[in-house]
Nanobody
Framework: QVQLVESGGGLVQAGGSLRLSCAASGSIFSIYAMGWYRQAPGKQREFVATITSGGNTNYSASMKGRFTISRDNAKNTVYLQMNALKPEDTGVYYC?????????????WGQGTQVTVSS
């Protein structure tokens, strides 16, 4: 049983910053990739960023330059530094993990943390 616990969400004014964390715990041998997705009210979940165990990153084009993903492999924790936040960044942010590079889908998801950006 693996648990992913996100933290760091909250209310921030436009232009502000937040740092999200997601810690994985439980029966983990290794984690290949960790990622962030978000879901705005009334919209589908969308991709934010991913990072592999080797440090390779990938970002959504709309967030690249404002968001930075990083991870601490020893702690099985992934972070998302969000700067220059906009009201349209509001939503529930979820972390996800893949245990193998052969995984085609995300293996586990967290429960999400709410981010609200006021104008």
């Amino acid at each position: 049983q693996v648990q992913l616990v996100e933290s760091g969400g909250g209310l921030v004014q436009a232009g502000g910053s937040l740092r999200l964390s997601c810690a994985a715990s439980g029966s983990i041998f290794s984690i290949y990739a960790m990622g962030w997705y978000r879901q705005a009210p009334g919209k589908q979940r969308e991709f934010v960023a991913t990072i592999t165990s080797g440090g390779n990153t990938n970002y959504s084009a709309s967030m690249k330059g404002r968001f930075t993903i990083s991870r601490d492999n020893a702690k099985n924790t992934v972070y998302l530094q969000m700067n220059a936040l906009k009201p349209e960044d509001t939503g529930v942010y979820y972390c996800a993990v893949q245990y193998s590079s052969r995984s085609r889908l995300w293996d586990d998801w967290g429960q999400g943390t709410q981010v609200t950006v006021s104008s």
